[in-house]
């Protein structure tokens, strides 16, 4: 009834290019916004807002940098774990070694990550598809070996290095509703760059390159500039999560809270959620981070009742069984599925 | 409709699954009002995943020991309370169940996961909370003046590996006492250091490195990658090229059982080979069958079920049908390093009490308790855990407390005990620690206590 087109006139240029045309969605996303800057900091206890809130918009952020890479560009990368742990560990020695201000420091893990990727992107300039998945592949593990191997980076035989207390002017960043913030000014100011980058002049070449590549090449898209420039992108995304995730959540940069189980979830999620949307890397990033979470929560209700042996494994039965049924009702994940009930709503209530 | 009907299904579930959730906290919060205060004890620990013999077995064994002192009255008389929080093995879901418990006063966090212990170490400093591990995560934590909140007791990986060494100079026909003299049956014996390449495999190498320097050794050290399913090139190397005395067997979980595989394959003999104690359970010799047998494995506690103490468990617990693993695996490997878990924790609480009184003890208490302990030999006849467990005595300087190692062989069947206590070179080991946990310190800035101003 509301959320409808009728007398939605575009009559200026701005108007036709907004990112929300129709004014239901750019109140929701309104709503969404002080919902997560002043609701959720105000009513939600540390429990959720330390260990849920940080790690899903660190997840949604990094589940974004995936998508531009495999959603937009349709390059796929096995290896983007890896690319948050460099970006983990290089914003932790700038930050905790040479003293650099903690903003300019996580900007940094950003840039040596993306200069990381580009270089481990350089295959993508010859290969494609499954053959490019497993070069990636090869990156996880290639990252993962030297953080362990180099002293000067992993702090010898223990490979941890720990995050410094933060502060940002003298301010101190100590608790977790500060680190909230933190983590979620980064996470929106990055996004909105994404979104904008994804429906510019570059989106839309990736999006021709992922959608036929040679073709892409004879309207004069430079694939090799822009497959590149994808994965720079993307990698500096995910160097940027990992630094965040480190720096507000875990604590202490260690590889095994980036080794490859967590590249194949941040690959389930931008398909759970829906490749080449934002919305999905949200969708997936929560179904892969609160899902687990909120079941074994609830699975504590029958703690007396069944074996805790037993208990913990249903735990992973009905998660998986979850990403089944999601893509048999959705192949082309949730952010599809709230696409289709949005189309339903405009023409609501004369669906046809 | 198909479609429809299953859309229906999953929001219900997802909805049910809230509900739950929501309901479940409300419950618990008006049980905690009726109730008298309890001792809470959150158990981070894995059913899951490759490792889950290790960490349904102690988490198994110390909820049954606190399952029979509730039965018994409780630790002077306050109850046990515990929760289990599923891990993985995962440092991120490790530390969303340290979150979840740290609001609940744990006494301590136990993790049993050397990557989930380096994410907690600077979290615990912070929220005054002991992090304790047995026997895994860094071994320079022993130095009480650095790491003031960490704990690891009853002993950790470079103790064992003096040990180790020790104990192969016996076999070599040293006589296991006069240290002066050990250099001559070492000299050019060569010793392969079989590591799976994570920080966890790695952290016995500067000390074997200096071991070898010490007394002529020659130590290799051949890392295997995660998850180590495939040893074949490392063993080729091992058995024809480097031409092993001794193989030090320092994997984990599904990677500890390949090398017996591997060996039996090369024909190297089992009883060259001396594992961590991580891969000395039962869980690791079985699936190699006869493969296994000879193989030699340290360990800081007894095995089997002839304890008094194992005995009640599995009198009053199994027999009220309280028990919380399959009766078949009490008594093993595991099971008992969460039973003198359980132990440790106990004694620590009841010395918590002689000095704060008896009440339910909070994280800054139980830190205090931790640096006091003292069980002597005498105390643990009283428990009923002779030979069960080693008297420990911790200080403000020394969180290790043991550090005694013995080493256990498999004979086809079952574990049997194959030395006497060892006991580690301790001013050696010590200097080590020491060293380490200095330039830990000067990386973090951190003050070191003077431990004979701490009471």
């Keep these: 009834m509301f959320y409808r087109e009728c007398g939605n006139y575009k009559d200026t240029y701005a108007k036709d290019m907004a990112i929300f045309p129709i004014p239901l969605d750019r109140y929701g996303f309104i709503v969404m916004l002080i919902l997560a800057l002043i609701v959720i900091p105000l009513i939600a206890t540390d429990y959720w807002i330390s260990s849920i809130m940080i790690p899903f918009y660190c997840f949604a952020l990094s589940a974004f940098g995936l998508n531009i890479l495999a959603g937009y560009a349709g390059q796929i990368s096995i290896g983007h774990a890896a690319f948050m742990a460099v970006g983990a560990y290089a914003s932790l020695i700038l930050y905790g070694r040479y003293g650099i201000p903690l903003l300019p420091s996580i900007l940094g893990g950003g840039i040596v990550s993306a200069a990381v990727g580009t270089f481990f992107g350089l295959p993508a300039l010859r290969i494609k598809g499954f053959y490019l998945a497993i070069s990636t592949l090869a990156s996880q593990f290639i990252i993962q070996w030297v953080i362990v191997h180099w002293r000067w980076v992993s702090g010898g035989v223990f490979g941890t290095v720990e995050a410094p207390d933060m502060q940002i002017f003298g301010w101190a960043l100590d608790t977790p509703v500060r680190k909230y913030y933190l983590a979620l000014c980064i996470m929106i100011l990055l996004i909105t760059i994404g979104k904008n980058l994804v429906r510019g002049q570059l989106g839309r070449n990736w999006m021709a390159i992922r959608d036929m590549d040679y073709a892409a090449e004879i309207i004069g898209v430079n694939l090799y500039r822009d497959k590149l420039i994808a994965f720079a992108v993307s990698t500096f995304y995910a160097g940027i999560a990992g630094s965040l995730i480190t720096f507000c959540y875990y604590g202490a940069a260690n590889i095994e809270e980036f080794h490859v189980m967590v590249s194949f979830a941040l690959i389930g999620m931008i398909i759970i959620g829906g490749l080449g949307t934002i919305l999905g890397s949200f969708l997936g990033a929560g179904f892969f981070v609160l899902l687990p979470i909120a079941i074994n929560q609830s699975l504590g209700a029958f703690m007396d009742v069944v074996p805790s042996d037993i208990l913990s494994n249903i735990e992973a039965i009905i998660f998986g069984g979850l990403i089944v049924l999601f893509l048999i009702v959705e192949p082309y994940g949730m952010a599809r599925l709230w696409h289709t009930i949005k189309d339903k709503m405009r023409l609501w209530p004369f669906p046809y | ?455």
């Design chain 2, 1 to 455: 409709m198909g479609r429809k009907l299953m859309f229906t299904l999953f929001v219900l579930v997802v909805a049910a699954s809230f509900v739950m959730v929501s309901g479940q906290a409300m419950a618990a919060d008006k049980e905690k009002k009726k109730e008298a205060p309890k001792q809470y004890v959150p158990l981070l620990i894995y059913r899951t995943g490759p490792f889950a013999a290790g960490g349904s077995g102690i988490g198994s064994g110390w909820e049954d020991f606190m399952q029979l002192r509730n039965m018994q009255g409780g630790v002077n008389g306050i109850m046990y309370e515990w929760e289990e929080c599923e891990t993985a093995y995962n440092v991120a879901r490790g530390i969303e169940c340290y979150e979840r418990v740290k609001s609940k006063k744990p006494v301590y966090v136990h993790p049993i996961s050397t990557g989930i212990t380096y994410a907690l170490l600077p979290k615990g400093v912070k929220d005054h909370i002991p992090i304790v591990f047995e026997g895994y995560g860094r071994a320079d934590a022993a130095d009480g003046r650095v790491f003031k909140w960490a704990f690891n007791f009853p002993t950790h990986y470079w103790s064992q590996n003096t040990a180790k060494i020790k104990f192969i100079a016996m076999k070599q026909g040293w006589d296991g006492k006069n240290m002066a003299n050990i250099g001559k049956y070492l000299k050019g014996l060569k010793i392969a250091n079989l590591h799976i390449d994570v920080p966890y495999g790695q952290e016995t190498k500067p000390i074997l490195d200096d071991m070898a320097k010490k007394y002529g050794l020659v130590v290799r050290h051949f890392p295997v990658s995660w998850p180590g399913i495939d040893q074949k090139s490392q063993w080729m190397d091992i058995v024809r090229r480097f031409k092993a005395d001794w193989v030090i067997n320092r994997n984990w979980g599904v990677s500890c059982t390949v090398p017996l595989k591997e060996a039996a394959r090369m024909g190297f003999p089992r009883n060259r080979i001396l594992g961590v104690w991580w891969c000395g359970s039962e869980e690791d010799v079985l699936p190699a069958g006869p493969a296994a047998k000879g193989y030699y494995a340290t360990n800081f506690h007894g095995v089997g079920r002839d304890f008094p103490m194992i005995k009640e468990i599995v009198d009053k617990v199994y027999g009220a049908m309280k028990g919380n693993i399959s009766f078949t695996r009490v008594g093993s490997v595991y099971y008992n390093r969460g039973v003198i878990t359980g132990i440790t924790m106990d004694e620590a609480l009841r010395t918590a009490h002689k000095k704060f009184g008896v009440k339910v003890i909070n994280g800054e208490e139980m830190r205090w308790a931790l640096e006091h302990l003292n069980i002597t030999e005498e105390r643990i006849k009283e428990i009923g855990a002779e030979g069960l467990m080693q008297p420990m005595k911790t200080s403000c300087a020394d969180h290790e407390g043991g550090g005694m190692v013995r080493i256990q062989q498999w004979d086809g069947q079952k574990w049997v005990v194959a030395s006497d206590w060892i006991s580690p070179m301790k001013d050696y080991v010590r200097d080590m620690v020491e060293k380490s946990a200095a330039k830990y310190a000067k990386e973090k800035g951190i003050q070191l206590r003077d431990c004979s101003k701490v009471d």
